[in-house]
């Protein structure tokens, strides 16, 4: 990822875009803290939120005429926020200590003309930018004018204490002012170095004022220049009426202007952030329950009623995304933030690269890029990045590595086979299953394959082989090619027959990598041939789409019309079809990230006390293994032999899903095509007896049989292996590849008994031999 | 990284090489990951130069060294 391409991603996510509050107000007062500060009545932290981008606080608090409550989201359900009046009772405790911020000294003079909200403002701004500031009031004393209009709103004493505030920071005063001579402008240019004019408070008719071309004294929001180089003017009612938050806010704006035309930039320059403008946030109002205003007594809100008030606020933020996946709630963020941090741990040169989990553990589903309003992949991101890691030979090995062994399990001589149907010299048909279904119910394959066979005329050729998902998932593209490639020249061999594919993730990997592979999804095919239902179930069962068929509503369809042609009652998941989510097995997450991949086919078989009813042999079995019932689409019509219950089958596990590859393969060959299966290699003749209590640590360690086997045939084949003479246990130790594996064992009649399994990758250099 | 000490358990060195039936020894013996080579104290056979890894080194400390190379 460059630097321009981390832009772009930042930039699609919204989460950090302004709420609607923010984004209206002219000062960008931050509503949305107010808010939270206020429902915790925690008065002096919402002290310091007014503080940070309100001028004349104390007096602006308490009238603010609120331009932002048009934009509020809550008034979409109920009124929008009060939120004058809980700057009101903000203002109305005392103005917490802080001290004063150092300010630098420069040698500028500037002078403000007139105390209005405008005038009052700009000179507080660029006192605390470090200029000499001189106000020219024409009255007696400042704000007068103010005082008396706000008399019931605004208490003396808060016009008292933020004058007393400008006069700490050194503003000088030239009270009763001749502000309506001629020459002033002149006169005021020959002394300082630059002008501001608080017409809110002067008169700006009267003024001796040269005009713009459209007979206006000051050109446009939010320079606020007027004709007159180095005279900025501010304070003017806009076409919306006189607004004292407006006032404040060109002063803010002209102080911002004379600043920068004092430092040699061009005031008009990026000015875009200053005043109201549109946001790209986006908040869910889904499931708000709409809720009055808080009613209001004459003297506002008191602490309560403020509080209650606040805690209407939606606290506006995007994080659709993050609502519904797990994992990217995991990581404490969201998508912009995980650019940021994937962009750094690609940019890395020495350290630790601390978003290697975060990168290899995205499921790759899409669920994000359907729910974002703006179509932020993270898929995309996490897969690109993993391809470029893989590359340059930065993939931690054990992120995939078990994920990607099953995958040359499947493409090796054990699984795979590409036959025509017995008896048929071509195939019209090619049936193929994937990898994870033979796998996980290697009897329905068989079932499935002889009633495709007995339905189909031409001849029904089959395919056993894995796609390469794992590669594509892993960002291995020389692997995938590679695995592509044989594919290929396995099903060519067969005359390129068309495909009737049985797994969601084969159908979306060959879409997205062989286009050219005419294919067609089992469920449209049994929806022809009529399979009848043998299994029907108790009750309604919840659908549980494979993240894979997203996209695809066509197979989302033909997996419902067979089914509810069989009369079976569907429950549709809140999160089904379109939205559905991933069981965790996806993207490889359950290889990168087991606790996550748990947690997440935790939440989703929560979603529904119905048996689920998935199409994804891994899927079912993911949901199995958290103690869901879950059936596979195809249990209905092809029942698992000698399962009374089949929604009750355990998942199989890592070590039986390679035997029943394996057993699926040697007896077809053997039972249809009358072939011996090739003679499995001599460590796999070692029998063991695994005990209840140790089978659940293999699995959880990732450690498969035939790892052990090899363990225990090697160390007495070679005799190294250690033992302990108490238990008379042996232990040893074996590098089939990567990780090294360590099993305690006693030999018990013609096999060994297994206590303890465990695996490492580092390895002891010389281990055999001093 | 300290793969150096405190690698061996008394229990490590129960064990017994088969072999030559001698009992194991606290020895530096060098591993390897990723290119990154220690030096770890460990349970070694003197005379057939077998190596335990235990169980608890292998998924605690190994483990966490594993990760941060892997990461690195």
Known sequence: MEQLDLRQWEARCIEEKQPWCIAACPLHVDGRALCAKAAAQDWAGAWQVLLRTMPLTAVLGRICDAPCRDQCKRGEVGDPIAIHLLERACVSHPRPRRKPAPVPNKPKSLAVVGSGLAGLTAAGDLLRKGYQVTLY?????????????????????????????????????????????????????????????????????????ER??????????????????????????????????????????????????????????????????????????????????????????????????????????????VKVCPYLENFGAYPKKYA??????????MGARQANKLINSCSLCGLCEAVCPEDFAMQDLCLATRQGMVAKGKMPPSAHEFALLDMRFSLGQEFRLAKHQPGHAASAYLFYPGCQLPASAPGQVRAVYEHLCASLPGGV??????????????GQEAMLAEALAAWKEDWQALGSPPLIMACPSCVDVFRRHLPEVEQRFLWEVLAETGAPMQAPPAGALAMHDPCTTRHDKAAQQAVRGVVGKAGVELEELKLGRELTECCGYGGLMSTANPPLAREVITRRAGQSERDYLAYCAVCRDRLASVGKRALHALDLFFPPQGEDDPAARPNPGWSQRRENRARLKAGLLRDLWGEEAPAMEAHRQVKLIIPPEVAPLLEERRILIEDIQKVIFEAEAQGDKLCHPESGHFLASYQPYKAVFWVEYTPEGEGYRVHNAYAHRMQVKGRARP | MSMNTDNIRPGDLEWTCCKCGGKLEPAPVVVEYLGNEFTAELPRCPRCGLVLISEELALGKMAEVEQILEDK
């Open chain 1, 340 to 349: 940021r941090e994937i962009y750094n741990n690609q940019s890395i040169v």
């Open chain 1, 137 to 209: 009031e024409p009255g007696a004393a400042l704000a007068q004018g103010l005082r008396e209009h706000y008399a019931g709103q605004v208490p003396d004493q808060a016009w008292d204490e933020e004058l007393e505030l400008l006069n700490k920071l050194g503003l000088k005063v030239k009270a009763e002012a001749p502000v309506d001579d001629p020459g002033i402008l002149d006169d005021l240019l020959d002394n300082h170095d630059g002008v501001f004019l608080s017409v809110d408070v002067l008169d700006p008719e009267a003024w001796p004022l």
């Open chain 1, 212 to 321: 713009g071309e459209d007979g206006r004294p000051v050109t446009a929001r939010p320079v606020q220049a007027t004709a007159r180089e180095g005279v900025f003017a501010g304070g003017l009612a806009w076409p919306e009426g006189f607004s004292p938050v407006w006032a404040a806010a060109q002063g803010r704006w002209g102080a911002a202007s004379l600043d920068r035309l004092m430092q040699g930039v061009a005031p008009g320059m990026s000015r875009e952030n200053d005043g109201p403008q549109e946001t790209r946030l986006f908040t869910s109002l889904e499931g708000v329950e709409s809720l009055p205003m808080v009613p209001a007594g004459p003297e506002g809100y008191g602490d309560e009623a403020a509080a209650t008030e606040a805690a209407r606020c939606l606290q506006c933020h995007c994080l659709e995304c």
């Open chain 1, 461 to 474: 050729g089959l395919m056993l082989a894995c796609c390469g998902a794992p590669a594509y998932w892993g």
